[in-house]
């Protein structure tokens, strides 16, 4: 199939596009680079069943495809605050140009939500009936409330013009490739330790996360791309949750560091928990994480190692 990947650039758009190829699929990558890394597409540049358009899909987009998956957006804190209105404008008008193209084309697309459109959450963990608690008026809402408009979208295109759509919510993620100055926990963890700068845990480390490694997560979205049972919205992510030291102590063991623990208020609406109900993952997707997190995080500190 020939298969469009906005957010091609970033970290998990481009190793979806690796997976894509591998399985033999025509792929056209489109990013804008506002947080997609060239890097990150480099061994890939040269492949014939490759093809690289920059392009900010707040614009319209005119291509040919079977398929489009959706990642075009700022996914961190620091990269989505930088530039809110930019980042909203993203998951409307881009979730809009993308769904209008595969209303043309026929393609089946699907959108990357996140467990953001759960904001603070109530209800632990998380199941996807669950409406959420976010706050409209916060420094997270332009990537909460867009992500969620977006979901709105997909589904009423699919009632009102029979798109074919799929929606999965996807929680914490990490891996090789994940932004130098992403601002995410995992990649902040990882860049102080291993240059012995001390790690700076926002909260008193009680809060809690739960990290699914790429590889997992990538089998994930494409089972759910090709599955035929729901729609959507499904979890994705992992029921491995650890709480902010937790993780901390567990990198500086992987790094040999010799870093300290720093403590600093907690960030406006930043969640306390998060970790998800993967009941419909399991049921509709047949699909569990099975990365170790001392795995995942070894590969993704070698990662670091070559960029830092």
């Known amino acids: 199939m020939r298969i469009l990947v906005t957010g091609a650039a970033g970290f998990l758009g481009s190793h979806l596009c690796d997976r894509l190829l591998e399985s033999g699929h025509e792929v056209i990558g489109v990013d804008n680079f506002f947080t997609g890394s060239k890097r990150n597409l480099k061994h890939i540049l040269r492949d014939d069943n490759f093809e690289m358009i920059r392009h900010d899909i707040t614009l319209p987009l005119y291509v040919e495809c079977d398929v489009i998956l959706n990642f075009a957006c700022p996914a961190s804190p620091v990269h989505y605050q930088r530039n809110p209105v930019e980042t909203l404008k993203t998951n409307v008008h881009g979730a809009i140009n993308m769904l209008g193209l595969a209303k043309r084309t026929g393609a089946r697309i699907l959108q990357a939500s996140t467990s953001e459109v759960y904001g603070d959450p109530e209800v632990h963990p998380q199941p996807e009936n669950y409406r959420g608690q976010v706050n409209t008026l916060g420094p997270r809402a332009c990537y909460d409330e867009g992500k969620r408009a977006a979901e709105t979208l997909?589904?009423?295109?699919?009632?009102?013009?029979?798109?074919?759509?799929?929606?999965?919510?996807?929680?914490?993620?990490?891996?090789?490739?994940?932004?130098?100055?992403?601002?995410?926990?995992?990649?902040?963890?990882?860049?102080?330790?291993?240059?012995?700068?001390?790690?700076?845990?926002?909260?008193?480390?009680?809060?809690?996360?739960?990290?699914?490694?790429?590889?997992?997560?990538?089998?994930?979205?494409?089972?759910?791309?090709?599955?035929?049972?729901?729609?959507?919205?499904?979890?994705?992510?992992?029921?491995?949750?650890?709480?902010?030291?937790?993780?901390?102590?567990?990198?500086?063991k992987l790094t040999n560091s010799k870093s300290d623990l720093v403590f600093r208020n907690l960030p406006e609406d930043d969640p306390k928990q998060r970790r998800p109900d993967l009941t419909l993952a399991k049921e509709i997707l047949d699909w569990t994480p099975t990365t170790d997190p001392a795995v995942g995080l070894v590969k993704t500190i070698e990662y670091f190692k070559s960029v830092v």
């Open 154 to 252: 997909f589904m009423d295109y699919n009632r009102q013009y029979h798109v074919d759509v799929r929606i999965v919510r996807i929680f914490n993620t990490y891996g090789p490739r994940m932004a130098i100055d992403d601002g995410r926990v995992v990649s902040n963890f990882i860049v102080s330790a291993l240059r012995n700068e001390p790690i700076t845990i926002y909260g008193d480390g009680t809060q809690t996360r739960s990290f699914c490694y790429v590889d997992d997560l990538i089998e994930a979205i494409l089972r759910m791309l090709w599955q035929e049972k729901t729609l959507g919205p499904v979890n994705i992510g992992t029921n491995f949750e650890m709480t902010m030291t937790e993780l901390a102590q567990l990198v500086l």
